[in-house]
C-alpha cells in the first residue's frame, strides 16, 4: 500500500489535491522547511511534524488526513525528493 505525491512547484496556497509541496522560508532564528501534503482524498492541506520522518521520499509513520470527516490514513511517497528544484 501507499500512494505517491508528485511535486507541486507553486505557492503552498494553491497546493492541488494528492500533491506536496516542499517550502523553505528564512525566519530571523535562521532557515525553516516545510512540507504541505494535500490529502488525496479530500484535499485538506496538512504539514509534517518532527514525528515524520522522510526517507528517499518515503514518509513513515502512515499519514492520516487532518480533517476528522477523511478516512484517509495511508503511507505516502514524495516524488522527486531530494531532487533540486
Ligand atoms: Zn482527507
Redesign the pocket.
Known amino acids: 500500500m501507499g500512494v505517491r505525491l508528485p511535486r507541486w512547484l507553486g505557492s503552498a496556497d494553491d497546493l492541488p489535491q494528492g500533491m506536496f509541496v516542499h517550502v523553505v522560508s528564512e525566519h530571523i532564528a535562521g532557515v525553516a522547511a516545510t512540507v504541505y501534503i494535500a490529502?488525496?482524498?479530500?484535499?485538506?492541506k496538512r504539514t509534517l511534524t518532527r514525528d515524520h520522518k522522510i526517507k528517499d521520499g518515503k514518509v513513515t509513520p502512515a499519514l492520516a488526513?487532518?480533517?476528522k470527516?477523511?478516512?484517509?490514513l495511508d503511507y505516502v511517497e514524495l516524488e522527486s525528493w531530494g531532487v533540486p528544484v
Open positions: 490529502c488525496p482524498s479530500c484535499g485538506t488526513c487532518a480533517n470527516a477523511c478516512s484517509f
